[in-house]
């Protein structure tokens, strides 16, 4: 008989604390973090680990075979979220997560300019991970876009700009050629009507204060 008293109480226990993780789970993740696949999460109160590793791989890609580039960063943005983010099967969805979370963070060369912006400077490689990756592969039907306002201060003197201030620099050049600058336009229009990109100077006061150099960079 006390066995049975013992069992019953084990489970009522086990019922109830069960009930409890799920609940405070729930409402992590109605905080500020993003859970998948169970225990496998993305955290965005933080950076990630190792963001610039992924960057500059994606950089890489950039002056090899320009048909290539959407293949290769797709992989290796899957492979950085298993390796780093312990993700053991990234979805299109935990991959976006992770590349807004860390978005004005992810430069490469010596310069840290946004690897978006780079893109720009390497003959096909933006219409392979713009027009080919983001807004087709990764565009899902629940509007889970990228976020193209990514920052980084590579301006005139250290200016901070955005990847639409990079673009319209890029169209502005007299030494660009006529269908370079048309697609680059099209593209433009695209990210400001669908996906809100916005110059510097439209930007809020809090989006410019993710830029973790934003509170060094502010003006006196």
Do not use: W
């Not at 680990?49 to 293949?71: D, Q, T």
């Not at 992810?106 to 933006?126: I, L």
């Not at 269908?179 to 593209?187: F, M, N, P, R, Y």
């Amino acid at each position: 008989m006390k066995k049975v008293i013992f069992l019953a109480i084990f489970i009522t226990t086990f019922i109830q604390g069960n009930s409890q993780v799920q609940n405070t789970t729930l409402q992590i993740n109605q905080d500020s973090t993003i859970y998948f696949n169970g225990s496998s999460k993305i955290d965005n109160s933080r950076v990630s680990k190792r963001y610039s590793l992924l960057s500059h791989k994606i950089c890489s890609y950039y002056v090899g075979n320009a048909n290539e580039v959407a293949e290769k960063t797709k992989s290796a943005i899957k492979n950085h979220l298993i390796k780093y983010e312990n993700i053991i099967n990234p979805t299109t969805a935990q991959m976006i997560a992770f590349l807004n979370k860390n978005k004005n963070c992810m430069t490469c060369g010596d310069d840290n300019k946004h690897y978006m912006m780079v893109s720009f400077d390497h003959g096909n490689a933006y219409n392979q991970l713009f027009n080919v990756l983001y807004l087709d592969e990764f565009l899902t039907e629940d509007e889970n876009y990228i976020d193209v306002n990514g920052i980084s201060y590579t301006g005139a003197n250290g200016t901070p700009i955005t990847v639409l201030d990079y673009m319209y620099k890029r169209v502005g050049d007299p030494n660009i050629n006529k269908t370079l600058k048309a697609e680059i336009t099209d593209l433009m229009k695209t990210f400001e009507i669908e996906l809100g990109a916005k110059r510097y100077y439209e930007l809020t006061e809090e989006e410019k204060s993710e830029h973790p150099l934003y509170e060094n960079k502010k003006p006196d």
